[in-house]
């Protein structure tokens, strides 16, 4: 039996080279949102609405743990063997 990693690395290339676009375009929405989140935050703390400042808190740490379980997904590099012959 196989687990993820194993089956991740033998994949064809191509199938790697989509996850891996996937995981990073995923990943700029994470941070273009966070981004936000800041920027709405900001904006709501100097007007006294301190709520809306902890409430987009908790969502930006969501967000970052997610990104974080979203890097384990990362493929690894390809290597190219050493056995072959031209």
């Known amino acids: 039996m196989s687990d993820f990693r194993r089956s991740q690395n033998e994949a064809h290339p191509n199938k790697t080279n989509t996850l891996m676009t996937a995981i990073i375009v995923l990943l700029i929405l994470f ?3 966070q981004i936000w989140f800041l920027f709405g935050a900001l ?3 100097l007007q006294g609405n301190i709520y809306f400042a902890v409430t987009t808190f908790i969502g930006s740490f969501l967000l970052a743990l997610a990104s974080l379980w979203l890097l384990r997904y990362l493929p690894d590099p390809l290597k190219k063997s050493s056995g072959k012959k031209k």
Do not use: L
């Open 43 to 45: 904006n709501n703390a």
């Open 31 to 33: 941070v273009g949102i």
